[in-house]
Every structure is written in structure tokens, then in C-alpha cells.
């Protein structure tokens, strides 16, 4: 069984910074998916940023020159690196995996944007 551990959440006031993670309990196939999406209350869930490998990153046009994705094979871990907050980031933030045909979620974490 896949499990994620996102770390990183919290309360940050606008123009701030966090950088959030998500550690995959196991060694992923090379050919996957790690992505980010975020829900903010009564929102539907929406993709903040991906990345397939072999492929081009995806990002949300509302994050796009703020938010930039990053991953580190070696520890099976993604990032998310969030500049310029603002209080319309605020949201539950979920990682997402998806490898050999499975996809995963991550518990989710709250992302507070406010002064």
C-alpha cells in the first residue's frame, strides 16, 4: 500500500512563502505522475500543478510565475514552492501520485492565507 505524508501546510500572511512536501512511502515506477490540487471551501478541487515525467510540468493560470513544482527521485518526495501567497490560495492542498495505473491522494493540509 502507496502511502503519501504532505508536510508544510500553515498560516502565512499575503506575500509570504511556504513550501510544501510529499514524501511516497515507496520507490515510484519512471514513468509517473506527482501533482498538487487544492479545494477551497465550497470549491470543487482543482489541479494546481503537475509533473509527468518525460513531460512538460503543468501549472494553474492562477499560479503561473508563483508556484513552481519540484520533485526529488532519489527520495520520492515532491514539492511545492509557493511565493507571492494570496488569500485566494487559501485551500486544502492535496498530493496526488499516480503510478502503474494507480493513483493516490494524500490526506490534504490546510493552506491559510491571511494577515
Known amino acids: 500500500q502507496v502511502q503519501l505524508v504532505e508536510s508544510g501546510g500553515g498560516l502565512v500572511q499575503p506575500g509570504g512563502s511556504l513550501r510544501l512536501s510529499c514524501a511516497v512511502s515507496?520507490?515510484?515506477?519512471?514513468?509517473?505522475?506527482m501533482a498538487w490540487y487544492r479545494q477551497a471551501p465550497g470549491k470543487e478541487r482543482e489541479l494546481v500543478s503537475s509533473?509527468?515525467?518525460?513531460?512538460?510540468?503543468l501549472y494553474a493560470d492562477s499560479v503561473k510565475g508563483r508556484f513552481t513544482i519540484s520533485r526529488d527521485n532519489s527520495k520520492n518526495t515532491v514539492y511545492l514552492q509557493m511565493n507571492s501567497l494570496k488569500p485566494e490560495d487559501t485551500a486544502v492542498y492535496y498530493c496526488?501520485?499516480?503510478?502503474?495505473?494507480?493513483?493516490?491522494w494524500g490526506q490534504g493540509m490546510q493552506v491559510t492565507v491571511s494577515s
Open positions: 496526488y501520485i499516480r503510478n502503474r495505473g494507480q493513483a493516490y
Open positions: 515507496r520507490s515510484l515506477s519512471s514513468d509517473n505522475t
Open positions: 509533473s509527468t515525467t518525460g513531460r512538460s510540468t
